[in-house]
């Protein structure tokens, strides 16, 4: 008996694969996040508060500090100022190749209203924000007064710069036998032609034959030097309230230590030809005034000048130098009748009114508001360019 196979029934075990992690897995896990959340925060916090604060003190005093020595690298090359206040400043310096071409002018202003920004411009083009919130500008200057290296340039007043009639002419031709330059100017000018011509020269000279009032409209303190003949103008440029006459021919120097008269001796000198009107005063003269002489038989003062920086009889300062000669109109004045020696008073009065004032360093002090201490930067001007005096 044949015995049949045994067929046996095998179980399948099947493998099986786990989707989650423990609760032990899930704690430490957990435990990890929270460290590093923890330590993230922390980052975060610290490098927030190394971010500095654009309106903490510190941080405002630095960027006052780095303003300041960026105005003064800048004027360091200044090659001329033509304002210059405490609380603004416009100069030029050489081409920077910035599409401009010649001298490029900078100007940097403040109001002077607490909490205003100080601002640039650079030629024409826009004025930005260098620095906000400035509680105080205060810009400072040294200067002096050089001699000048070349003969002066003269803008001279004439009824009619188109056609000058012969006192005019007799003057103009005189000035240009010492080799100065003479540009004349009409009395009626507008303030802007008078500002551009002042620009381009050395001194003033007022003649006698004018009209006051279209002077006076225009001439109040200008940068240049003034030499002045009319007595309508002793009170406007400033050396006493009122100018008068007196008969006479001749000056007493009272003062030869000065450049002016330097080249006389004390005592009579000869003014005109023949008995002429000499310009003088009465009045008592501004504390800047000084008094070369008085004419002869008079006790009058006359031939004044005063120096820059000079107390003028408002009690402004005078921008520049000013003489008042010893001559002036009354009845009509003739200019052929000045003297040799009057002729050196002037050729003198005119070369040491057009002295030029220069710039030798400026000082900046800025302080913004919240912040108790004041930036400084001082330099020294390299060109030391001229200005506009006081």
Not at 134 to 139: E, F, H, I, K
Request: aromatic fraction near 8%; hydrophobic fraction near 40%; proline fraction near 4%.
């Amino acid at each position: 008996m044949t015995s049949s196979p045994k067929h046996y029934k095998l179980s399948k075990r099947r493998s099986v694969s786990r989707s989650g992690h423990t609760l032990l897995e899930l704690l430490i896990s957990m435990s990890i996040m929270t460290i590093l959340m923890s330590a993230m925060t922390t980052v975060i916090v610290v490098a927030g508060h190394a971010i500095p604060d654009s309106q903490a003190p510190t941080t405002k005093k630095i960027k006052a500090m780095e303003l300041v020595d960026q105005m003064g690298s800048e004027i360091f090359y200044a090659t001329s100022i033509t304002e210059a206040s405490a609380n603004s400043i416009t100069f030029t310096v050489a081409d920077r190749g910035h599409g401009a071409a010649g001298p490029e002018t900078i100007r940097y202003a403040w109001s002077g209203t607490l909490g205003d920004p100080l601002t640039r411009q650079y030629n024409v083009g826009t004025v930005i924000t260098m620095i906000d919130d400035v509680q105080l500008l205060n810009l400072s200057f040294e200067k002096r007064l050089e001699p000048l290296t070349t003969f002066p340039r003269v803008l001279m007043f004439v009824a009619n710069e188109g056609s000058l009639v012969a006192q005019e002419t007799t003057r103009k031709n005189i000035m240009e036998s010492w080799g100065f330059t003479v540009q004349p100017i009409s009395d009626n000018s507008t303030q802007d032609a008078f500002d551009t011509a002042i620009a381009n020269n050395d001194v003033l000279y007022i003649p006698d034959e004018l009209n006051s009032t279209n002077v006076l409209a225009i001439v109040t303190n200008p940068s240049i030097g003034i030499v002045n003949e009319d007595t309508a103008f002793y009170n406007a440029l400033g050396f006493t309230n009122k100018g008068n006459w007196a008969a006479a021919s001749n000056l007493i120097v009272q003062i030869n230590s000065h450049e002016i008269t330097s080249v006389f001796s004390l005592g009579s000198i000869q003014i005109f030809l023949t008995s002429d009107v000499m310009a003088v005063t009465t009045q008592t003269v501004s504390t800047g005034t000084q008094v070369l002489g008085i004419p002869e038989g008079y006790t009058y003062s006359s031939l004044l000048v005063i120096d820059t920086g000079g107390e003028m009889i408002s009690g402004a300062m005078a921008r520049a130098r000013r003489v008042c000669l010893p001559w002036s109109g009354f009845n009509g004045f003739d200019f052929n009748n000045v003297a040799t020696a009057g002729l050196t008073i002037m050729r003198r009065a005119i070369v040491w009114a057009a002295a030029p004032t220069v710039y030798t360093g400026a000082q900046i002090d800025l302080q913004l508001n919240g912040v108790s201490e004041t930036a400084r930067s001082q330099v020294q001007i390299l060109n030391r360019p001229t200005g506009t005096g006081l």
